[in-house]
C-alpha cells in the first residue's frame, strides 16, 4: 500500500510518500511552501506588473493568499475571482465585492490568471517523476478548515465542531473525513481536486494530525499533554485512552511561554473555559474530561515553532517535556497522524 500524506500549513506543506514496507526513514519526504504561500506570491508578480488579476479555481487556505489579494487591490488594480475561489477571502460574498473583487465565471481580458487550490496534484505528481516515483492512488490530507460561517465568527462556528466531536467521544476516527460535510468548505474542495485528478482520499483537520501523529512517538505515555506549535496556530490536547479527551486552539504569534503554560496547566486540570480563550483572540476550549496536572505521565511537543517554547525551559514546569518526532522527522508529525487517519477509515487501525 502506497499513501500520499499531505499536511497543508500557513507556512508550509509536509509531504510524505508512505509505502508498507518501507522504513519512515528511507520514505520519500519534501517540506515545501504552501499553496497559500505560493499563490500570494504570483498574485504578487501580478502587482508588480501593475496588471489584473483573476483569482480561479477553488477555495483554499487564506493568509498569505488573502493579504496579496488586499495588496494588489490597494495598489489600485483590478482583481476579478470565481465565486469558489472568492471564498477563500470571506465566506460572505457580498463582503467579497463590497472589497473591490469582481465576481466572475472567467477571466477578464488581459488578466493574470491564479489557480487557487490548497494541494497541486499535477506538481507532487511531476516531482515525484523526477526522482521515479510513482503517485500513489490513495492520499490522506489534512487543511485548517474553519467552517462555512459568513454571518459570525469562523473562530467561533470551527471550535463549536471540534468540542461536539470531542464530546462524541474524540478518537481518531472521529475526525476523518471520507466525504466532508458542506459546512466544511475547505476540506471539500481538497476532495474535489484529488477525485479530479483520479486519486482517493480521506481528509482531517491539521490539529488532530498533528496531535494523533505525535502520540506515536515511542515516548508518549497517557495521559498525555500534547502542544503542536504551528506557524499559524497552536493547538493543546489531553490524550487517554487514544482519545482527546480536552483541547484548546490559539494563535501562535500572540502566545508568551507563560501565557502558554497558564493555558497547559489550566486545561490539564479541567478548568481552562472556552470563553478565556476565545476573549484572548484565540479560537477556544472544551474540556469533556480532566486526569489533573499531577496526573499527566508525558508531555509532547512538536511543530515548526516549537523551540520558541521548547527553549525558555518554563514548560519544563509541567513535567519531563518531549521534543515529539515520530520516525525521527518532527516535520512528518501530521502526516504520520494521516497515515494512521487513512489506515483508520480503511478499517486496518485501531485509531
Not at 477556544?284 to 496536572?293: D, F, L
Request: hydrophobic fraction near 45%; include cysteine.
Amino acid at each position: 500500500m502506497a499513501i500520499l500524506a499531505v499536511d497543508v500549513g500557513a507556512g508550509t506543506q509536509d509531504i510524505l510518500l508512505f509505502e508498507d514496507g518501507v522504513a519512515i526513514e528511507n520514505s520519500a519526504k519534501m517540506v515545501m511552501p504552501s499553496q497559500t504561500v505560493i499563490v500570494g506570491k504570483r498574485i504578487g508578480r501580478a502587482t508588480a506588473r501593475k496588471g489584473d488579476a483573476f483569482l480561479a479555481g477553488t477555495t483554499m487556505g487564506g493568509g498569505p493568499s488573502v493579504r496579496a489579494a488586499k495588496d494588489h487591490l490597494m495598489a489600485g488594480l483590478r482583481l476579478s475571482a470565481s465565486p469558489k475561489a472568492a471564498l477563500t477571502i470571506h465566506d460572505d460574498l457580498e463582503k467579497v465585492r463590497r472589497m473591490g473583487v469582481e465576481i466572475s465565471d472567467s477571466a477578464p481580458p488581459g488578466a493574470e490568471v491564479v489557480e487557487m487550490a490548497d494541494i497541486d496534484p499535477s506538481a507532487i505528481e511531476a516531482t515525484f517523476e523526477i526522482f521515479g516515483l510513482e503517485m500513489p492512488e490513495k492520499a490522506a490530507v489534512a487543511v485548517q478548515d474553519h467552517g462555512f460561517s459568513p454571518e459570525r465568527s469562523n473562530r467561533v462556528a470551527r471550535f463549536e465542531e471540534m468540542a461536539r466531536v470531542l464530546d462524541l467521544g474524540g478518537d481518531l476516527r472521529s475526525f476523518v473525513h471520507l466525504n466532508p460535510p458542506p459546512f466544511f468548505t475547505r476540506m471539500r474542495a481538497v476532495k474535489e481536486t484529488l477525485d479530479a485528478a483520479g486519486v482517493r482520499s480521506v481528509v482531517m483537520d491539521t490539529g488532530p494530525a498533528a496531535i494523533f501523529g505525535a502520540a506515536l512517538d515511542p515516548r508518549y505515555r497517557e495521559p498525555a499533554l500534547v502542544l503542536n506549535a504551528g506557524n499559524g496556530h497552536t493547538i493543546g490536547a489531553v490524550l487517554a485512552e487514544g482519545r482527546i479527551t480536552a483541547l484548546f486552539e490559539h494563535h501562535t504569534s500572540v502566545l508568551t511561554q507563560e501565557k502558554l503554560l497558564w493555558l497547559s496547566e489550566r486545561l490539564c486540570d479541567g478548568i481552562l473555559t472556552n470563553t478565556e480563550v476565545f476573549d484572548d483572540g484565540g479560537h477556544g476550549a472544551h474540556v469533556t474530561e480532566a486526569p489533573g496536572m499531577r496526573r499527566i505521565r508525558s508531555v509532547l511537543v512538536t511543530g515548526p515553532k516549537r523551540e520558541r517554547f521548547i527553549g525558555s525551559g518554563l514548560l519544563g514546569r509541567l513535567g519531563p517535556v518531549i521534543s515529539a518526532a515520530p520516525g525521527g522527522d518532527m516535520m512528518m508529525t501530521g502526516c504520520l497522524g494521516l497515515v494512521e487517519a487513512w489506515k483508520c477509515a480503511e478499517g486496518r487501525g485501531d485509531g
